[in-house]
């Protein structure tokens, strides 16, 4: 009976992880840009370049201020080409961000030239 129970959790955990989707580069822009209304670096780390990290973290009050009059996300497009991709963002309050995406390791992060 053990062994039963034991074989059913290897196949329902297999089963998971078999359906789970990577991140695209709309997902992680959207994740990106929550990190930036809560100017939160750790957050951020996680989705961007090392070299985005240490401007935003440059820049955090300000980048929080202006991503809250901004609204919620309400539309987001991608153009992948290979390990490159190209993000579009529309807020609520009809702004528009453009993010450039690198694959990195095999993840999407937020590319940012100083």
Request: net charge neutral.
């Amino acid at each position: 009976m053990k062994k039963v129970i034991l074989v059913f959790g290897v196949v329902c955990t297999l089963f998971v992880f078999a359906c789970s989707k990577p991140d695209t580069p709309s997902s992680v822009a959207k994740k990106f840009h929550e990190a930036l209304e809560k100017n939160d670096t750790k957050m951020l780390g996680q989705y961007t370049t090392p070299e985005a990290v240490t401007l935003m973290a440059a820049f955090g009050k300000k980048v929080q201020g202006m991503m809250a009059s901004y609204g919620k996300v309400t539309e987001v497009t991608e153009e992948i080409d290979g390990d490159n991709a190209s993000v579009t963002i529309q807020f609520e309050n009809g702004e528009t961000s453009n993010l450039d995406m690198v694959k990195v390791d095999g993840k999407w992060k937020v590319s940012v030239d100083k």
